[in-house]
Structure formats: C-alpha cells, structure tokens
C-alpha cells in the first residue's frame, strides 16, 4: 500500500521522544527528539507519542521493573525500545490483511537497537547530547541526518520498503562467520598480531572480514556487531563496488508488505527547519552544528595506498587531508580512530585509541604506514 507524507493513515511511524521533556503546558513539543514521516503535522506526532506514554505508564502498573516491549492493537503493533533511561524509541507498523501473522515483534524491536547502536557509535548517548545542548537541537539535527541516512538503504526503486516476512529480518543483530581451515587460522592469528603490533606499545582492537564474513575480531560481542554491521553496509567490497548493501534482508525487499513513498524520505518545505533541520542537510557545519553522517552511501573509496578513505568527517583544519573516522566502544567507552585497509576480497580493520595519538592526523599516518611495511614482509 503506497502512503503520501500526508496520509492520515500511516502504515508506518518511527517516533524517540525523551519523557524527562516537554511535561509542561505549552512545552509538549520538546519531548520530541524525532519522528518519521516527519510532514505528519505536529498534533497527530504528539497524539502518537502522548499514546505511548499512556501505555508505557499503564504497563508499568502491571510489570514496574521490566519496561513494555510491544502491544497488539486491532490494526496496529506498537514496538517500544528503551535504549537508555526514559529515552524511548518506538516504531508502530500497520497490520496487513494477509491472515498470515507477518510481524515479528523482536526482529523489529531489533531494528530499533540497531538504529540506536550505530548512532551512538559514531556520535554518543543520546542523553549526553541533550545535556550537552539542553535545546535540543543539536541532538534533533543529528538523529534526522542519521536515521534519513538509514532509512535510504530500504527504498527500492521510488518505494520505500519495510522487510516483514519471517526470512527478512533474520540476519539483523548477528554477525555471518567465515569458517577456516587450520592453517587459514593460524595465517589470521598473524595477520592479528602484525596489526596490533604496528601501533608499538598502544592497546588497538581489530576486525578482519572477507567479503561480508567475519573472519576473526579482537572486539567485544556489542562492539564487534556494531563494527562489522556498518563495514557490511558501507565498506566491503560489494558496497563499495555497487554503493549499495549486500544484506539479504535488502535485497529481499521486494517481498514486503508495507511501502511508504519516496516523498517520506525527505521533510517538506513547510516542516519547521529550525525544528529537525534542513530537509538538504550537507555534510559539515550546517547552521549551528556539525553533523558528521557516517550512513551517507557511496562517501567511501579505496585510495592507491589500499586505504579506504571518505570526506564525511571533514578535513583536519588547515589541510585538505581527510579526517580519520573516529568510532565510540560500547566496552571501554574509549573514542578510537578507526582505520580500514583493503585487499581484494579481504578488509581490515583497525582502531587505535585517540589518547594514544597526541599528534592527530600525522601519528594516525605514521601508523597506517608501519601497517603496510610490516604486511609488506608477511
């Protein structure tokens, strides 16, 4: 069914509101963090979230310690993800007339961990944000490119195409392995060794994939996730040879139920700019903030060097060098400079703690090249 931003009948709505905002008379629309299809006028994303409040509240009675995950209305599923206190994300789906029950509540539910885990990756809690910008434009701005920027990789054609049959979403949160013979093992085990070695004395992490497959990871289970889901999406060989994913829940886009038009994507010029921001949202300085949009396709490249390079953080101030990448781990809560180097069919990835590079972009090079001599005499 293909449904118009204007619809009084979406099929589809993604809305994450803070519940510590907004509980004032005249202030309701500071509860809201952000909300797809953003041209819904304001009363109807308001009634949507003021519904979820009232059955967070209401299921609270019942069961305080464990929050709602889901509820089953007539038309409606109604998923609910609370990624950290009172910051809640959720996504209500129409149901479709097949007799076939279609929705599957957790891998939907997975959706909106996923989309949650890559934002903090790349840009920290969302909490952290608010109270570094009580306004909330800084995070509102942020979550719009990011989330647009995800939402992209589901159009198909002019359809925008949410995966719901039971096979769609079976990959979502989990990581494919490479099985490898003995020696193929050992092999890896020092290729491992050369990367972490390559930065002297510094502790670094390491992710090394053939083609979409993970073939060995130095990373925790969360953060090796997180990892190898955005190196599957935007820098894998397949990626960066078509620009598009090689998910099968992507590619199986086909067989969805639920489809919103392209015109979704995008706010509408009447949507409030100072709001979510401009529906033209560039990479860099954009009025008052700078967002850094890591899910912006076809941004990645292989430079003669066999690093992957991209413009999408910037250049380091006062050159037209690119910024290195910069990722948060969920396990050490440490900022690293993640960097990605390519070989045929197999990619590496490495990630040096910030801390332990005092001289920026320069001992970030110095490290990209002590990693090529030293797989230079392997």
């Known amino acids: ?158 359809k925008f195409l949410l995966p719901s049959f039971r096979d769609c979403l079976k990959e979502r949160g989990t990581v494919q392995m490479l099985t490898i013979t003995r020696e193929a093992a050992i092999e890896v085990q020092s290729l491992v060794r050369v990367l972490e070695s390559s930065a002297a004395n510094t502790p670094c992490y390491s992710l090394i994939l053939f083609q979409d497959l993970l073939v060995s990871t130095t990373l925790s289970p969360d953060d090796t996730i997180n990892l190898f889901t955005y190196a599957v999406l935007r820098l894998t060989p397949r990626a960066l040879s078509s620009g598009t994913s090689s998910w099968s829940y992507l590619r199986k886009g086909n067989i969805a139920s639920n489809v919103v038009t392209e015109t979704n994507v995008a706010p509408p010029s009447s949507m409030p700019e100072s709001f979510y921001g401009s529906s033209d949202i560039s990479p860099g300085e954009d009025n008052n903030y700078h967002v850094v949009r890591p899910l912006q396709s076809d941004k990645w490249s292989k430079g003669k060097d066999g690093y992957l390079v991209t413009d999408l953080w910037g250049a380091e101030v006062g050159t037209w060098v690119f910024a290195t990448p910069t990722v948060l781990l969920q396990q050490t809560g440490e900022r690293m400079y993640l960097c990605a180097y390519q070989h045929r069919s197999l990619t590496l990835m490495l990630l040096i703690p910030i801390s332990s590079i005092p001289n920026g972009e320069q001992g970030v090079s110095a490290v990209k090249q002590q990693v090529l001599e030293n797989l230079n005499v392997l």
Request: net charge negative; glycine share 6%.
């Open 1 to 158: 069914m293909g449904l118009s931003s204007n619809s009084s009948n979406e099929s589809i709505q993604l809305c994450i509101f803070d519940l510590r905002r907004g509980q004032h008379e005249g202030q309701e629309l500071d509860k809201i963090l952000f909300f797809f299809p953003s041209g819904l006028p304001f009363s109807k994303q308001l009634a949507v979230i003021g519904l979820s409040e009232g059955l967070i509240t209401f299921t609270r009675i019942f069961s305080p310690q464990a929050a709602c995950d889901s509820i089953e209305a007539e038309r409606h599923s109604h998923v609910f993800h609370e990624p950290e206190p009172d910051i809640w994300m959720v996504l209500v789906v129409e149901k479709s007339n097949d007799s076939e029950p279609i929705w599957r509540d957790d891998a939907l539910r997975k959706v909106l961990k996923e989309i949650h885990s890559l934002f903090v990756m790349f840009h920290g809690p969302v909490r952290a944000m608010l109270e570094k910008e009580p306004g909330g434009g800084l995070v509102r701005r942020h979550l719009y490119s990011f989330i647009m920027d995800y939402l992209r990789d589901f159009l198909v054609g002019k």
